[in-house]
């Protein structure tokens, strides 16, 4: 927990060594969003579940957490106990990795939130580690309101992008041109919703 806001980012970790200390049901959840990301991982546990052996490509060590695990690793995922937990987030911090330490805000240097993907969109929400579960509820109330078709909003975001940066259109003149063009979507299938009929 924090007394000043956090900076919310979302990290390329594709190719980027990330340690991942603990072997548990709850490390297995975590290493699945790592491997999505592309990151290297490194799980570090003396025992894990069957659920992380099946994951291919990742590097399993089994001894207990020492801090030299963490040596070149660009950011840190703590799932295992508490007392482990503390290690890993001092070693952290002493290497200046961040360091998402699960179910400990205190020592944590890095939140996850509750996430969901469609369509090109990530959103993600975050209670800055008070309260993790009300995080996974605003994201499914979040993920009820999210359009299916949001990766038509993408596409005409994209497109529209590139041609305002190539015509030289201002930054804040951009939001309001966007809002148009979305618009406009939706006009065309109104329009071809009335032609079907």
């Keep these: 927990m924090t007394d000043t806001a956090l900076f919310p980012v979302f990290l390329k970790l594709r190719g ?3 340690v991942l200390v603990g072997g548990g049901p709850v490390a297995a959840a975590k290493l699945i969003e790592l491997v999505r990301a592309g990151a290297d991982v490194t799980v570090v546990a003396p025992d894990v579940v069957p659920a992380i052996l099946a994951v291919g490509g990742v590097v399993i060590v089994r001894h207990g957490f020492v801090p030299a695990d963490l040596d070149e690793a660009w950011f840190a995922v703590a799932a295992a106990s508490p007392e482990v937990n503390r290690e890993v987030a001092a070693a952290a911090e002493e290497r200046r990795v961040f360091v998402n330490a699960v179910d400990d805000a205190e020592r944590a240097s890095a939140y996850t939130g509750g996430v969901f993907r469609r369509g090109g969109v990530t959103i993600a929400v975050s209670t800055e580690g008070r309260a993790p579960a009300l995080s996974g509820l605003l994201r499914e109330g979040l993920e009820a309101v999210v359009p299916e078709d949001i990766e038509s909003w993408v596409n005409t975001a994209n497109e529209l992008r590139r041609a305002q940066r190539a015509s030289g259109v201002p930054m804040g003149d951009r939001r309001p041109l ?7 979507l939706y006009e065309a299938k109104g329009v ?6």
């Design 192 to 197: 071809e919703a009335e032609a079907a009929r």
């Design 16 to 18: 980027r060594r990330v």
């Design 178 to 184: 966007l809002l148009r063009s979305l618009n406009r």
